[in-house]
């Protein structure tokens, strides 16, 4: 068996072993003699036991760097045994063993606790923007506005499609009275339609042959534009006339 050197614990002087390097890899504290290991054992202090409250000498090692009992035995006893605990939620006083270390006396009490302290301070998947009902997780994949068809239709209702959208967007109706693209929107819009001749500029199409009114396309997005410079987003030349067909391929190709 090959000879290891190792630092003696005690003296702290090298000397030679035959152990293995797997056991001194797993037992590094070796002594070089008997004589090494009772001066350093007698170096054990003296502790008091928490259950049987008498004193005990004993070494601290890594594993166990404050001594709390004399024995296997009081530590069973003391760990095991039922202790008093007071719920942080309704301040009742409930019983459990002394190991369990129990903060709240039911699941019931735990959960409310957890949005008392601000754990949870808001609902994970949101609130319903029509009723303000916290949403679950199937409602919240499914988009995560509202927890209901009725609730939608309810929001919906009266609402054009550009103040629908400014509204889920985050934006204040009130902010922009005429539109969420600004108050002189619908004056720029027209304007634009009227240079372009009231034809789509990408397809050629006009006005009379769709039977309706013209798109007009933000070139740059209008959601790149702060709010108070709407009068920048919507100057004629950032505006286009399309079709609503050109104008979805656009928007498609851009977002692409």
Sequence with gaps: MPTITTNCKGCQKEFTTYRSPAYLEKYKELYCSKACFDVHWAKAELFVCDNCGKDFTARRTPDRPNPRYCSMKCHTKHVGSMVDFVCQ????????????????????????????????????????????????????????????????????TGLSTEKYNAIINGLLPNDLPTSYRGPNWAKQRNNARHRDKYCCQRCGITESALCRQLDVHHIQPFRTFALADYKAANALANLVSLCHACHLYIEWSVAD
């Design 89 to 156: 939620t309704c301040g009742k006083v409930f019983e459990t063993q002394r190991s369990h270390k129990r903060k709240y006396c039911s699941k019931s009490c735990s959960g409310k606790h957890s949005y008392v302290v601000g754990r949870n301070p808001s609902p994970i998947f949101g609130d319903c923007k029509q009723c303000k009902k916290q949403l679950n997780k199937a409602q919240h994949e499914d988009g995560g506005l509202f927890c209901s068809k009725q609730c939608f239709y309810s929001f919906r």
